[in-house]
């Protein structure tokens, strides 16, 4: 972001963010100016009212948990993805039964045509396969739960303060979800393609009227195609990483970095958008999803 000052010779400057603070001198009148100190937006929540996140993921838990900390080791907020195990057994059995099913019911039909004509048991056993196909996918999508994210004050989820919504339950190409506030108000929404993941993972935060807030993008292309074709060779040490950058794509409001450790840790950092303008609610949200969302 600019900081615009303007000096009594009638000369106007705008200076990097990183300014501010400080005198500079004003190259046409020698005049010493003050560039004044930009003043932080202030948060819906005081418990966004930070530039930096810092998030551990629970291990040895059926559902996807994160604990959320400030850089003094004190706790936030408690993050929840529930996994539905039992609706999740139902997505992986439930289309099995449906399959038995069909295949029973060819036969039979089969049985029954084949003393009619040869090629009428054949169209009959093929069309029974297409019917199978398509009603196990069918009862897949049916039964596959919405996996929405839930942010509480704290693990006894009494009070929650922010949520994730997964918007559709089948995606072929584009996966989108909606960042809700503590009254159920839309903040934003957060939306990638799956085709942009083969050569670099990008994500898009949208207003509620569909126009850019900002996009997180992996880190580097270079290193984005290293992972990909050097993924298994190097098990993994070439951490997943995104930068994220304001609507016009070149300004970097913050980053999104997998610190190198044994235990899943990630550091949030927007120190890069002093006045806050990316709302520190769906910057956190965006987080989460980039790590959830891609299963890193």
Same mark, same amino acid.
């Given at each position: 972001?600019?900081?615009?000052?303007?000096?009594? *010779?009638?000369?106007?400057?705008?200076?990097k963010?990183?300014?501010?603070?400080?005198?500079?001198? *004003?190259?046409?009148?020698?005049?010493?100016l003050?560039?004044?100190?930009?003043?932080?937006?202030?948060?819906?929540?005081?418990?966004?009212?930070?530039?930096?996140?810092?998030l551990?993921?629970?291990?040895l838990?059926?559902?996807?948990?994160?604990?959320?900390?400030?850089?003094?080791g004190?706790?936030?907020?408690?993050?929840?993805?529930?996994?539905?195990?039992?609706?999740?057994?139902?997505?992986?059995?439930?289309?099995?039964g449906?399959?038995?099913?069909?295949?029973?019911?060819?036969?039979?039909l089969?049985?029954?045509?084949?003393?009619?004509?040869?090629?009428?048991?054949?169209?009959?056993?093929?069309?029974?396969r297409?019917?199978?196909?398509?009603?196990?996918?069918?009862?897949?999508?049916?039964?596959s739960?919405?996996?929405?994210?839930?942010?509480?004050?704290?693990?006894?989820?009494?009070?929650?303060?922010?949520?994730v919504?997964?918007?559709?339950?089948?995606?072929?190409?584009?996966?989108?979800?909606?960042v809700?506030?503590?009254?159920?108000?839309?903040l934003?929404?957060?939306r990638?393609?799956?085709?942009?993941?083969?050569?670099?993972?990008?994500?898009y935060c949208?207003?509620p009227?569909?126009?850019?807030? *900002?996009?997180?993008?992996?880190?580097?292309?270079?290193?984005?195609?290293?992972?990909?074709?050097?993924?298994?060779?190097?098990?993994?040490?070439?951490?997943?990483?995104?930068?994220?950058?304001a609507?016009?794509?070149?300004?970097?409001?913050?980053?999104f970095?997998?610190?190198?450790t044994?235990?899943?840790?990630?550091?949030?950092?927007?120190?890069?958008?002093?006045?806050?303008?990316?709302?520190?609610?769906?910057?956190?949200?965006?987080?989460?999803m980039?790590?959830?969302g891609e299963?890193?």
């Open positions: 972001m600019a900081i615009t000052v303007d000096c009594d *010779c009638g000369k106007t400057y705008r200076l963010d990183e300014m501010a603070g400080r005198r500079v001198e *004003c190259p046409a009148c020698r005049k010493v003050r560039v004044e100190a930009l003043v932080p937006t202030a948060q819906a929540d005081p418990v966004f009212d930070r530039d930096r996140f810092l551990r993921q629970k291990h838990a059926i559902s996807q948990k994160y604990y959320v900390w400030d850089d003094h004190a706790v936030l907020l408690f993050v929840e993805r529930p996994t539905h195990l039992l609706r999740t057994l139902g997505v992986l059995f439930g289309p099995i449906v399959v038995l099913a069909s295949v029973m019911g060819v036969v039979f089969a049985v029954l045509l084949a003393n009619v004509s040869e090629v009428a048991a054949t169209i009959a056993v093929v069309l029974g297409l019917a199978g196909i398509v009603a196990t996918i069918a009862t897949a999508v049916a039964l739960p919405r996996r929405h994210v839930h942010f509480y004050r704290d693990d006894s989820r009494s009070e929650q303060v922010l949520q919504l997964q918007d559709q339950k089948f995606v072929l190409l584009t996966a989108t979800y909606t809700l506030d503590a009254q159920g108000e839309i934003a929404r957060l990638k393609n799956y085709l942009h993941n083969i050569f670099r993972k990008r994500w949208l207003a009227d569909d126009k850019i807030i *900002c996009l997180a993008l992996e880190d580097s292309i270079i290193l984005a195609l290293l992972r990909r074709v050097l993924r298994d060779l190097l098990f993994g040490l070439l951490r997943v990483n995104f930068v994220i950058v609507a016009d794509g070149e300004h970097i409001l913050g980053e970095n997998r610190k190198f044994l235990l899943d840790r990630y550091v949030l950092d927007l120190s890069r958008d002093p006045e806050r303008t990316l709302d520190r609610r769906v910057a956190l949200a965006l987080g989460v980039l790590d959830t299963r890193r």
